[in-house]
């Protein structure tokens, strides 16, 4: 399956709220320093974590990205670099 997106967690302005782990715990889960952390994504930056999805990947993620209350949740269209979120 195509990679067509990038997932970007800035954990730096993450504040621990946990609304992504609600709606998908599968791939976030809160650390013990009480931020998240974005399952099988690679360290990018010192606080910056990136992972690439699928189309079908994109509605749970989204959902995930929306609901953070500090916008510490991005998705990047990887063919054309557009922050969709």
């Known amino acids: 399956m ?3 997106y990038i997932i970007i967690l800035n954990r730096e ?3 621990g709220a946990g609304a992504c782990e609600g709606t998908d715990p599968e791939n976030w889960t809160m650390q013990k320093d009480g931020r998240i952390k974005l399952v099988d994504s690679t360290q990018e930056k010192e606080n910056r974590f990136v992972r690439e ?8 993620f989204k959902t ?8 510490a949740i991005h ?3 990887k063919k054309t670099g557009k922050r969709i979120i």
């Open 64 to 71: 995930a990205a929306i609901g953070c209350p500090v916008n």
């Open 53 to 60: 999805i699928t189309q079908e990947e994109y509605e749970q």
């Open 2 to 4: 195509e990679k067509k």
């Open 75 to 77: 998705i990047i269209e």
């Open 13 to 15: 302005e993450c504040i």
